[in-house]
């Protein structure tokens, strides 16, 4: 069995967070490409800000 680091589990939920954005706004009927480009990136708590959801 694989453990796996804090790290790799946040970039892991942070991309299926991303995948699931996009599949609602296909749903509704959306351009999931133009709504990413608009949303925010999250980013490491080492770069001094952070989104909040």
Do not use: C, H, I
Not at 13 to 38: C, Q
Request: no cysteine; charged share 30%.
């Amino acid at each position: 069995m694989k453990f796996q680091t804090l790290e790799e589990k946040k970039a892991y939920f942070a991309t299926v967070r991303r995948r699931n954005y996009a599949a609602s706004l296909r749903l509704e009927g959306l351009d999931p490409a133009a709504a990413e480009r608009k949303q925010p990136r999250v980013t490491s708590p080492q770069s001094g800000w952070q989104v909040k959801a």
